[in-house]
């Protein structure tokens, strides 16, 4: 509703155009811009929140029918007369565990996914001005992926990286920089058409590696990326995004992808403080 009262008031700015002077005109039509600009942010973040808060609830729902599902079998043994009273103790103190670990869990889940959110918020808008096609940005599964595609970035089964992409792997590269505690995995992808067999590269996992690792040490070399938090890999044509039956097809499975995630030591606390199975 605020929304559609900031643009009635705009348009109604620049209806009156006739009505003010051409200085007045021209500061009204730059704040009508602004508000179309704000707008289409503003919209960009409600849709991601509502993704990020669907994929909590439905976690949270799994890990509250564990806890249920504990309490019932504590229901059972409180029930039977036979059961001694150290077995019940057990069974308290595992699900006393579980809760915490169900608390302990989404608390990280949520921190880990609020910094996801705010980093590819930043991508969205440092790339804005590049073509949707060229460069996709999405948090999935915890993690952000930077899809770019091969037209932007090599020529025709080449994979020494365009001087006109150095620009988006800036932007990037200042992102990601901005947030070193982050790994970044890079993985080169083809279509599945056969390379000449008198080419170099020879094939399309060579063309998918060399093309991985040319991203890298132009990231490494040209902005300062510490190479440590650096994977690059070939996956050849064998992940395709879509079918190669088709140009466009083919076209969109020919892409190399930027993967920043949390480091693996990072994820591995969180099979620290699970409960001890006994």
């Known amino acids: 509703m605020k929304l559609f009262k900031i643009l009635t008031i705009s348009a109604l700015g620049l209806s009156l155009a006739s009505c003010v002077s051409k200085k007045q005109f021209d500061a009204l039509n730059l704040n009508y811009k602004q508000c179309i600009a704000d707008a289409g942010d503003r919209q960009r973040q409600i849709q991601d929140l509502t993704s990020q808060n669907s994929a909590l609830k439905?976690?949270?729902?799994?890990?509250?029918?564990?806890?249920?599902?504990l309490k019932s079998s504590l229901d059972a043994c409180l029930s039977n007369s036979g059961k001694s009273s150290t077995n019940i103790d057990k069974l308290v103190g595992e699900i006393n565990a579980s809760n915490k670990y169900i608390k302990q869990l989404i608390s990280t889940n949520s921190k880990n996914d609020?910094?996801?959110l705010a980093l590819s918020n930043k991508l969205k808008r440092s790339l804005d001005n590049i073509a949707?096609?060229?460069?996709?940005?999405?948090?999935?599964?915890?993690?952000?992926?930077?899809?770019?595609?091969?037209?932007?970035?090599?020529?025709?089964?080449?994979?020494?990286?365009?001087?006109?992409?150095?620009?988006?792997?800036?932007?990037?590269?200042?992102?990601?920089n901005d947030y070193d505690t982050y790994s970044v995995l890079i993985e080169g992808n083809t279509d599945n058409?056969?390379?000449?067999?008198?080419?170099?590269?020879?094939?399309n996992w060579d063309l998918s590696a060399l093309r991985a690792t040319a991203v890298a040490k132009i990231l490494q070399t040209q902005f300062g990326v510490n190479p440590n938090r650096i994977t690059a890999g070939g996956r050849s044509e064998y992940n395709p995004k879509t079918t190669n039956a088709s140009?466009?097809?083919?076209s969109e499975n020919r892409r190399t992808e930027?993967?920043?995630?949390?480091?693996?030591?990072?994820?591995?606390?969180?099979?620290?403080?699970?409960?001890?199975?006994?």
């Open 258 to 278: 930027i993967i920043i995630m949390p480091k693996l030591d990072e994820f591995m606390k969180l099979m620290d403080i699970a409960p001890v199975k006994k």
């Open 114 to 116: 609020s910094l996801n």
């Open 247 to 250: 140009v466009s097809g083919r």
């Open 58 to 69: 439905g976690q949270n729902d799994l890990l509250l029918g564990q806890n249920n599902a």
């Open 132 to 176: 949707d096609q060229d460069v996709d940005v999405k948090v999935l599964k915890g993690v952000v992926m930077i899809s770019l595609s091969d037209k932007m970035l090599y020529q025709v089964g080449k994979y020494d990286v365009l001087p006109a992409a150095q620009e988006v792997l800036g932007k990037v590269a200042k992102v990601i």
């Open 193 to 203: 058409t056969p390379l000449a067999s008198n080419n170099v590269p020879r094939d």
